[in-house]
């Protein structure tokens, strides 16, 4: 069943007074129950949950251990996460651990329609489709952050950033027109900031105070991923944080699985399911060899690929070089590769110029968070033409009859173009998530950015032994006394690199 729609032009941001201890405000938000796709298909959702529940031991046993104290009853909690099968598992676990949960995907093309629609029919609300607009996507995360009676979350789950801008450009505004009674001309030519720019001064329009009202009672947000932890460092170094945040994508037994493993597999899943096109023996260029480039090139290596590699950081180059793969510049490769691939967290890696030199029947795809590592929009604007083989598959044939395939539109492929890593390993960089949102409910701790201490990173670890038959072995105390730490751990000073 499809629920009320959210218009593409905003309308649905309606003005309404209501009263809140005594003091009128306007709410931003008309409050929708939900807003996915099809709600007929919860029950396939609810199968996949079902399932999937038994490759997350470690979402699983933090349930366990924590429901019947319900640490997070009380706390308003807001996700902007990709809402998949594994996602929906995250949201019942902090639903059991008490929390009142509202929820966005990360991504215009990685909700799981059927998960979302298992979530919705629980009652959560869950604002997130595959095939969402820009402007759709804005609205949901704005949906995800407004509560009943225009209140905000107390606690924010982040995957990429985006609720976290959404405020802090939000609170930017309010301040700019506050100081000079009007607003900031609008700069901007990239068609996604150009959305959220629209959308805040809507929302300022309705209340100009919305997110000054907000933000006291947001303790914190846990960040999932490498791109947007570095916004949020940015943010720090620039005392520009309005609230806490904690690093989840830095804990070991996040990045050095999920980054490494879950790409392993899940770029691989992604590229099969769109262009079904046989991998061995084609060469395929890695761009950046961090712990995603590392997952993205042992993977398509395994397939019988050749892989090169191009890299900035040159111990990185070094141990791709170390690893038997080629590094070389981008240029130097553009008419080698038949597959391009980009995991560099950075901006234009692949430009249009770029495009245009590549070989016939070129495919080119990014893992990144965001989509600005290949120049979609020049590409779009180009004097190639578009033709949409399917959804999230696109072929571009340039003046000279040559053709190469985008995937997902540059979008993350393996979310784009399959259902993103597998249960397993979201389950240790979920489980680190709720340790977060434990952590920033208990302490409430001061504005600054956090990390998971090596205990709870070793428990996350160890939760998920058993489930793959592997026994550890336990010191004696003589063997920790001589290597200097304590039988049960933690086993690695804080610098340790895995
Ligand atoms: P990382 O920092 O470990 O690795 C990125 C690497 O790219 C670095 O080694 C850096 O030196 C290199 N690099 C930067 N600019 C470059 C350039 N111009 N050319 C070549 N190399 C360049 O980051 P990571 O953890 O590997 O994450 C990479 C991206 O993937 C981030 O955007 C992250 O948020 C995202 N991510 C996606 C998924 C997914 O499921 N799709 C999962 C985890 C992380
Ligand atoms: N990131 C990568 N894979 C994912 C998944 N399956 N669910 C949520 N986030 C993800």
């Not at 009674?181 to 959308?199: A, D, H």
Request: proline share 3%.
């Amino acid at each position: 069943m499809r629920v009320a729609n959210l218009n593409s032009d905003n309308s649905v941001i309606i003005k309404k007074v209501i009263k809140n201890a005594g003091e009128s405000m306007n709410n931003v938000v008309e409050i929708l129950p939900n807003k996915v796709k099809d709600m007929s298909l919860s029950k396939l959702g609810r199968y996949q949950i079902d399932i999937s529940e038994k490759e997350m031991p470690g979402l699983m046993s933090l349930r366990k251990q924590h429901a019947d104290k319900q640490p997070l009853a009380g706390f308003r909690l807001t996700g902007s996460l990709h809402m998949t099968t594994e996602t929906a598992i995250l949201i019942e676990t902090l639903k059991d651990l008490g929390a009142d949960v509202r929820w966005a995907s990360c991504n215009i093309f990685s909700t799981q329609d059927e998960a979302a629609a298992a979530i919705a029919k629980t009652g959560t609300p869950v604002y997130a489709w595959k095939g969402e607009t820009l402007e759709e996507y804005w609205e949901c995360t704005l949906q995800a952050l407004t509560f009943d009676g225009n209140l905000g979350p107390n606690l924010i789950v982040d995957d990429g950033g985006d609720a976290t801008l959404l405020i802090h450009k939000g609170y930017e505004l309010e301040n700019y027109f506050n100081e000079h009674g009007n607003y900031p001309e609008i700069t901007t030519t990239n068609p996604e900031e150009l959305v959220v720019e629209k959308l805040i001064r809507k929302v300022h329009k309705l209340n100009g105070n919305h997110w000054h009202n907000i933000v006291p009672d947001i303790i914190g947000v846990s960040e999932e991923t490498t791109t947007g932890v570095a916004r949020l460092v940015q943010m720090e170094q620039e005392k520009k944080l309005l609230f806490s945040a904690f690093n989840v994508n830095d804990s070991a037994t996040k990045s050095k699985f999920d980054n490494l493993y879950g790409c392993r597999e899940s770029l691989a899943d992604g590229i099969k399911r769109s262009t079904e096109v046989m991998l061995a023996g084609k060469t395929v260029v890695v761009c950046g060899y961090g712990d995603v480039g590392k997952g993205c090139a042992q993977s398509m290596k395994s397939y019988g690929c050749k892989v090169i590699v191009t890299e900035i950081d040159p111990i990185c180059a070094l141990q791709a070089a170390m690893e038997g793969y080629e590094v070389k510049t981008l240029e130097s490769v553009l008419d080698k590769g038949h597959l391009f691939v980009t995991t560099t967290g950075n901006k234009d890696i692949i430009t249009l110029e770029d495009m245009r030199k590549m070989r016939d029947q070129a495919i080119v795809c990014n893992i990144g968070h965001f989509d600005n590592e290949i120049q979609v929009d020049a590409l779009n604007d180009s004097d190639a033409k578009r033709e949409q083989i399917k959804p999230q598959y696109d072929r571009y044939t340039f003046p000279d009859g040559k053709q190469i395939f985008l995937l997902a539109e540059g979008r993350l492929v393996n979310l784009g173009c399959a259902t993103g890593h597998a249960s397993f390993v979201m389950s240790t960089s979920f489980a680190n998530q709720v340790l977060a949102q434990l952590f920033l409910a208990k302490e409430k701790p001061e504005v600054k950015l956090y990390n998971l201490p090596k205990e709870l990173d070793e428990e996350v670890a160890r939760l998920h032994l058993k489930h793959l038959d592997a026994d550890l072995t336990v010191l004696t105390k003589d063997q920790a006394d001589y290597i200097g730490v304590k039988v049960e751990g933690p086993f690695k000073k804080d610098e340790y690199r895995y």
